[in-house]
């Protein structure tokens, strides 16, 4: 199975910064698709980047530039550098892996920004 725990988030006023880990299980940790989700209160949950396996990244485009998403696959981390944080960013954010079929999914870690 797969185990995921995020960490880094916290309060953060406007135009600030953090950086988001997850560490992950697996003896095969380098052929997950891993991903951060985001979910604020009263929306659902969206796709928020995905780095392959093969480390091409992909980003939404509410983010697009602001964040950056990374892995260390010897660590068995994945990392988000979150930049020019907003209000608007205020979520929970959720580590996700896929592996063949299935999904996993972190706790979550809140990132609530201030203004």
């Known amino acids: 199975q797969v185990q995921l725990l995020e960490s880094g988030g916290g309060l953060v006023q406007a135009g600030g910064s953090l950086r988001l880990s997850c560490a992950a299980s697996?003896?095969?940790?380098?052929?997950?698709?891993m991903g951060w989700f985001r979910q604020a209160p009263g929306k659902q949950r969206e796709l928020v980047a995905t780095?392959?396996?093969?480390?091409?990244?992909t980003y939404a485009d509410s983010v697009k530039g602001r964040f950056t998403i990374s892995r260390d696959n010897d660590k068995k981390m994945v990392d988000l550098q979150v930049n020019n944080l907003a209000s608007e960013d205020t979520a929970v954010y959720y580590c996700?892996?896929?592996?063949?079929?299935?999904?996993?999914w972190g706790q979550g870690t809140q990132v609530t920004v201030s203004s």
């Open positions: 780095v392959t396996s093969g480390g091409t990244t």
């Open positions: 697996g003896r095969t940790f380098s052929s997950y698709a």
């Open positions: 996700h892996a896929s592996f063949l079929t299935r999904d996993f």
